[in-house]
Nanobody, 121 residues
């Protein structure tokens, strides 16, 4: 089992940057793919980015490609989401998730509680 805790959210002006962290418990973290999702008020949960367990494969939603970067440090049991050139439409609760499979949809087995990101115009 994996427990996930997100941090790094906050309020930022448009054009600014934030780095989200997803810290995981468990000695088998390196065997899990990690995905980031976001959900804005009144909208469905949306895939943002994912990284494979071996740190080789990454995938991004078109809406964030070129602005967001996902990375992981298996020695620290942590996955990061670097977000640059933030836009007001990036405002949402960002949640990380873990699964043995590299998924591009919300079928992940384990989920964190989420962290709020608010981008002001």
């Amino acid at each position: 089992q994996v427990q996930l805790v997100e941090s790094g959210g906050g309020l930022v002006q448009a054009g600014g940057s934030l780095r989200l962290s997803c810290a995981a418990s468990g000695r088998t973290f390196s065997s899990y793919a990690i995905g980031w999702f976001r959900q804005a008020p009144g909208k469905e949960r949306e895939f943002v980015a994912a990284i494979s367990d071996n740190n080789i494969n990454t995938y991004y939603a078109d809406s964030v490609k070129g602005r967001f970067t996902i990375s992981r440090d298996n020695a620290k049991n942590t996955v990061y989401l670097r977000m640059n050139s933030l836009k007001p439409e990036d405002t949402a609760v960002y949640t990380c998730a873990a699964d043995k499979k590299f998924l591009l949809h919300p079928g992940y087995a384990y989920w964190g509680q989420g962290t709020q990101v608010t981008v002001s115009s």
